[in-house]
């Protein structure tokens, strides 16, 4: 039961830490174009000119 007393404020710091990098995620614009990353992942751009259909 002591044990407790660690692990539920290291628990709370963890999901505090995750909240801050979430936050900072959503503020720096990571999740502005999320139809363009799946877009660019299947694009052919890689292929040289001769080789496009």
């Known amino acids: ?6 692990l ?3 628990a709370l710091a ?3 830490f995750g909240l801050a990098a979430f936050l900072w995620a959503l503020k720096s614009g990571q999740f502005d174009d999320l139809d363009g990353a799946g877009g660019r ?7 040289p000119e ?3 259909e």
């Open 8 to 10: 539920v404020p290291i």
């Open 14 to 16: 963890l999901g505090l």
């Open 1 to 6: 039961m002591n044990v407790l007393v660690y």
């Open 50 to 52: 001769d080789k496009r």
């Open 41 to 47: 992942a299947i694009s052919d751009d890689d292929l």
